[in-house]
């Protein structure tokens, strides 16, 4: 069974960083549907940034300049740099992959990733940004 495991969420005051990383499969980030999503009580989870299979990104419009999503096959990992963090940024982060084949466009996946078909999803790492 595919695992994906999220690390480095924690509590940061206001223009800090975090950096959070996705332990999964080499099979699973060759997935042309990879990202991160986060998602508060209440609300929608909603796209932060995603990646395709040939390295192309698609970051959300709230987190344009600050975050950074990237990839590393040798050591299996996708990883989300957060950088510049305020406070509306608190959230669970989740990262996700579609392990089937996949053609959508990175863009479409950031925005409607969370109502795709064969999302796997991992459990969560909170981010918690103070004022």
């Known amino acids: 069974q595919v695992q994906l495991v999220e690390s480095g969420g924690g509590s940061v005051q206001a223009g800090g960083s975090l950096s959070l990383s996705c332990a999964a499969s080499?099979?699973?980030?060759?997935?042309?549907?990879l990202g991160w999503f986060r998602q508060v009580p209440g609300k929608e989870r909603e796209g932060v940034a995603t990646?395709?299979?040939?390295?192309?990104?698609a970051i959300a419009d709230s987190v344009k300049g600050r975050f950074t999503i990237s990839k590393d096959k040798d050591k299996n990992n996708l990883y989300l740099q957060m950088n510049s963090l305020k406070p509306e940024d608190t959230a669970m982060y989740y990262c996700?992959?579609?392990?089937?084949?996949?053609?959508?466009?990175?863009?479409?996946?950031?925005?409607?990733?969370?109502?795709?078909?064969?999302?796997?999803w991992g459990q969560g790492t909170q981010v918690t940004v103070s004022s």
């Open positions: 996700a992959a579609v392990l089937r084949e996949c053609a959508a466009d990175v863009r479409f996946f950031l925005q409607f990733g969370p109502s795709f078909a064969y999302v796997t």
């Open positions: 080499q099979s699973v980030l060759s997935s042309n549907c």
């Open positions: 990646i395709s299979s040939d390295g192309r990104t």
